[in-house]
């Protein structure tokens, strides 16, 4: 439930549920004073709907309305009325009648009241309305009139109402005590309840934001409900956990960075190392021969070039790393691509006697959107890492090309001596080389097959391996295939 639902619905009830138990505990203490309801109902006014039942001097008034417009001196005949005022007397109702101005009848208990003290003539009333005569209070109904040859006259039932004024008196302080705690009872619970369902996420939320500024970003947010509240804090948390991947992910980038330098420093230092040697062996006249001499410059010439190679690969990995390569995309079919490219290929391949496979579909064709130049890098440092380790004396490379209905699919597989499951998983990172690879018949700077990944990935595409030790290595590159106009 939204909290907007929730305010409203506390309200309904801060209205509704106060008036409720107020009506239950005024019906309560009506009970406790007066010991039946019944006995209040007899001083009330009646409602004028017939279908409820009549009370008994109800239809004792009916009757002798009747009587007065039938037999009018009858009704005003003292000793009918003091045989029914001894009747009505037991039920405590007491009879008065009024002719004119004077009293001319009266039960004893109402002996006392005026006729100028009761309500004037023309004032009839066939339902009870309170009166207060004197100090008194009565309950009354009045029936008027006329008597043959002597005039107007008035028929009043009247019943002791003081017992409800004193009921009154008491009752209603008592009830606005009452109805001031309800109010009070009912609005604290329900505030509590309330802003409790508010206030405790917002707790949560702070204690949550406390622990982040503090650096702790494990700190997890239970989220229950479906609230704003309950939005907010799974928008918090979802926070929280892009704030923890990012730390993660920046923790494992300072982690490269500083293998990267590791790295950097040893594949430098080895060629400087070398290059210092032969230069100090020269000064010193070690190369006491021509032959010796071209040797060693030799040398020092392959060092400086391995080294040119191994910055221009870092420079490539950098501007690679950093997103600020430019990339110059058109649409080729990778078919015809290959071809042209594996014709260069082929003649230097054939030198170091490995034999260069190409199969493919020739009714196909591939459309694909490539950087013609950056992929071409990525196949040069694929076949150069095979040549690099290739251990049988007949090499031989196998390029498969063909597609599915998305993607164009690129396999370049070799017979080398394979990569084992422990170091397949981490070829295409930085700087890796499989155990005891890094030596100088290898060489290498450990970056080619991870420029490789990082070009394909910028072509939107996917790279993988799969090898087997013995047997030899398969990469296989996916690339979106373009919709042929």
């Keep these: 439930m939204t909290i907007k639902y929730r305010l409203i619905l506390s309200y309904l009830a801060m209205v509704f549920v106060p008036l409720i138990l107020f009506f239950l505990a005024g019906l309560l203490l009506m009970f406790l004073f007066l010991g039946d309801i019944r006995e209040v109902s007899d001083l009330m006014p009646e409602s004028h709907d017939y279908k409820k039942t009549i009370s008994?001097?109800?239809?004792?008034?009916?009757?002798?309305?009747?009587?007065?417009?039938?037999?009018?001196?009858?009704?005003?005949?003292?000793?009918?009325?003091?045989?029914?005022?001894?009747?009505?007397?037991?039920?405590?109702?007491?009879?008065?009648?009024?002719?004119?101005?004077?009293?001319?009848?009266?039960?004893?208990?109402?002996?006392?009241?005026?006729?100028?003290?009761?309500?004037?003539?023309?004032?009839?009333?066939?339902?009870?309305?309170?009166?207060?005569?004197?100090?008194?209070?009565?309950?009354?109904?009045?029936?008027?009139?006329?008597?043959?040859?002597?005039?107007?006259?008035?028929?009043?039932?009247?019943?002791?109402?003081?017992?409800?004024?004193?009921?009154?008196?008491?009752?209603?302080?008592?009830?606005?005590?009452?109805?001031?705690?309800?109010?009070?009872?009912?609005?604290?619970?329900?505030?509590?309840?309330?802003?409790?369902?508010?206030?405790?996420?917002?707790?949560?939320?702070?204690?949550?934001?406390?622990?982040?500024?503090?650096?702790?970003?494990?700190?997890?947010?239970?989220?229950?409900?479906?609230?704003?509240?309950?939005?907010?804090?799974?928008?918090?948390?979802?926070?929280?956990?892009?704030?923890?991947?990012?730390?993660?992910?920046?923790?494992?980038?300072?982690?490269?960075?500083?293998?990267?330098?590791?790295?950097?420093?040893?594949d430098l230092k080895t060629p400087i190392t070398s290059i210092k040697g032969y230069v100090e062996g020269i000064r010193d006249g070690v190369t006491n021969s021509p032959e010796k001499l071209e040797r060693y410059l030799q040398t020092i010439h392959q060092k400086s070039m391995d080294m040119d190679t191994l910055i221009n690969e870092l420079f490539l990995y950098s501007k690679l790393d950093l997103k600020k390569l430019p990339f110059d995309f058109e649409e080729v079919d990778l078919k015809d691509y290959l071809i042209d490219y594996l014709e260069e290929l082929a003649f230097d391949l054939e030198k170091k006697n490995v034999k260069l496979n190409f199969e493919y579909d020739a009714n196909d064709s591939y459309p694909v959107s490539i950087d013609r130049e950056k992929l071409k890098r990525v196949f040069s440092n694929i076949i150069e890492n095979s040549l690099k380790y290739m251990d049988k004396e007949n090499g031989e490379i196998t390029i498969s090309l063909y597609e599915n209905q998305n993607e164009v699919i690129l396999e370049l597989a070799d017979n080398g001596p394979g990569i084992s499951n422990e170091s397949l998983p981490f070829i295409f990172q930085q700087f890796y080389r499989e155990e005891g690879s890094r030596n100088k018949e290898t060489g290498g700077s450990g970056l080619g097959l991870s420029i490789a990944g990082m070009i394909i990935e910028e072509h939107g595409g996917t790279i993988t391996a799969e090898s087997s030790l013995g047997i030899g290595t398969r990469i296989i590159i996916s690339l979106e295939r373009q919709v042929e106009s």
Excluded: C, W
Aim: charged share 25%; aromatic share 8%; no cysteine.
């Design 56 to 266: 008994e001097d109800t239809k004792l008034f009916g009757e002798l309305k009747e009587k007065s417009f039938v037999d009018p001196e009858g009704l005003a005949n003292i000793e009918y009325l003091s045989v029914l005022s001894a009747e009505l007397e037991q039920d405590g109702i007491f009879i008065v009648l009024r002719q004119g101005n004077e009293v001319i009848y009266s039960s004893q208990k109402t002996a006392h009241l005026s006729a100028a003290a009761l309500p004037e003539f023309g004032v009839s009333s066939t339902s009870r309305i309170i009166e207060k005569i004197g100090k008194e209070t009565y309950s009354l109904r009045q029936h008027d009139f006329y008597i043959p040859e002597k005039g107007s006259a008035s028929l009043f039932l009247i019943k002791d109402a003081s017992s409800l004024t004193r009921l009154m008196r008491t009752f209603y302080p008592i009830l606005f005590v009452m109805l001031i705690l309800i109010l009070i009872i009912t609005n604290g619970l329900l505030t509590y309840y309330v802003s409790r369902s508010i206030i405790k996420p917002i707790e949560q939320l702070k204690e949550a934001a406390k622990k982040i500024k503090e650096g702790n970003l494990d700190h997890t947010i239970n989220v229950n409900g479906k609230d704003e509240l309950a939005q907010l804090s799974a928008d918090f948390e979802a926070m929280r956990k892009k704030l923890q991947e990012s730390a993660e992910i920046q923790a494992q980038y300072e982690k490269n960075r500083k293998e990267l330098i590791a790295h950097i420093s040893h």
